[in-house]
C-alpha cells in the first residue's frame, strides 16, 4: 500500500478501493495480514476465459450484425484503418510494444460488438478482455515474429461488413484462440505442462 501511494501520488482511499475493484474482477488478490498481490495465472483459467471470450462475444457479434447499420458498418471501417496503419512494435529488429497499437486494438474488437444493443453484455466482454490481457501479453514475443495477426483482423472486418455472421464469429474465435494455443504450448510460461490444467487440454469454444 505504501508503495503504490508514493508511486501514485495519492490517498490510501482510492489505492484500497482500486485494490478491492481489481480482486473483485479477478486481477488481484487479497490475503489476511498479507496484503495485495498479483493473481496468479493458470492453464485452466485461460482455457476458461478463453472458451468464455468466444461464447459471450459470439453472441455480442452476431446481434450487432443483425443490428447492423450504415453507421456501425462504418465505425467498423474506420476503426479497422486505424488499427492497421499502426505499427504493432515500434522497432524492426526486436519485439518493443507500441501503446498506441494496443488502444487501436481494443478499440476495434469493442466496435465490433458494441452496436449488440446489451450495455451489460458489452461490459462483461470488457471486463473479459481485461482479465486476458496479461495473458495475451505473455504470447506477443513469441507469436509477433511468425503470426499474421493483421491478416486475421482483416479477414474478421471483411466478414463483418459482407453481413456474413457465420464467418465473422468464426474468425473470431479462431483469432482468440490462437492467441491461447501460443501461450498453452509455451513450456517457458506453463513448464509443469499438463498438470495445472484440471482436465483442460485445449480451446475448444
Known amino acids: 500500500m505504501r508503495f503504490l501511494i508514493e508511486a501514485y501520488g495519492t ?10 475493484r481489481l480482486t473483485a474482477e479477478g486481477l488481484v488478490e487479497c490475503q489476511d495480514q498479507r496484503g495485495f498481490s498479483v493473481a496468479g495465472i493458470s492453464r485452466a483459467e485461460l482455457v476458461e476465459l478463453t472458451q468464455t471470450r468466444c461464447w459471450i462475444e ?29 505499427p504493432r512494435s515500434l522497432s524492426d529488429d ?9 488502444r487501436q486494438h481494443r478499440a476495434f474488437h469493442h466496435t ?22 496479461r495473458y495475451r501479453q505473455l504470447s506477443i514475443r513469441k507469436a509477433f515474429p511468425a503470426r499474421q495477426v ?7 472486418r ?6 456474413d455472421t457465420d464467418a465473422a464469429v468464426r474468425l473470431l474465435v479462431d483469432h ?23 482436465g483442460a487440454q485445449s480451446v475448444d469454444p
Open 11 to 20: 490517498g490510501q482511499t482510492p489505492v484500497r478501493e482500486a485494490l478491492n
Open 58 to 86: 459470439g453472441l455480442a457479434l452476431r446481434e450487432a450484425i443483425a443490428r447492423a447499420t450504415p453507421q456501425w458498418e462504418e465505425d467498423v471501417l474506420v476503426a479497422h484503418h486505424r488499427l492497421a496503419r499502426m
Open 112 to 133: 465490433l460488438i458494441v452496436h449488440c444493443g446489451s450495455r451489460p453484455l458489452v461490459a462483461f466482454c470488457d471486463q473479459l478482455t481485461d482479465q486476458l490481457y
Open 176 to 198: 482468440y484462440t490462437a492467441t491461447a494455443a501460443v501461450i498453452l504450448s509455451d513450456v517457458a510460461i506453463f513448464p509443469d505442462g499438463a498438470s495445472d490444467t484440471h
Open 158 to 163: 471483411d466478414a463483418v461488413l459482407e453481413r
Open 94 to 102: 526486436r519485439f518493443e510494444g507500441n501503446p498506441e497499437w494496443e
Open 150 to 156: 493483421a491478416r486475421e483482423h482483416q479477414a474478421i
